[in-house]
């Protein structure tokens, strides 16, 4: 697996233990619906801001991310 769908797997993993939907992940991180569904599919390259909103989102640190 790529970097990237390992990350897609993770954010995925961490959005279902909340039983968010991917329209929840969205709202509680500001990014829109598609760029996280993208992000879970592994088809985005993300910028560091994206890591931080991300594991702020999920109260968790960045390296976190991914494990």
């Known amino acids: 697996m ?7 797997a993770r954010v995925r993993a961490l959005r279902e233990k909340r039983k968010w939907s991917q329209e929840d992940l969205a709202h509680e991180s500001g990014l829109a619906r598609s760029f996280t569904g993208a992000i ?8 560091l801001t994206t890591l931080v909103k ?3 989102t999920f109260d968790i640190t ?3 991310l991914f494990k």
Do not use: F, P, Y
């Not at 790529?2 to 897609?8: D, F, P, W």
């Not at 879970?40 to 910028?47: A, P, S, T, V």
């Open 2 to 8: 790529t970097v990237r769908k390992n990350l897609g």
């Open 40 to 47: 879970e599919r592994g088809e985005k390259d993300l910028r």
């Open 54 to 56: 991300l594991a702020n």
């Open 62 to 64: 960045v390296a976190q």
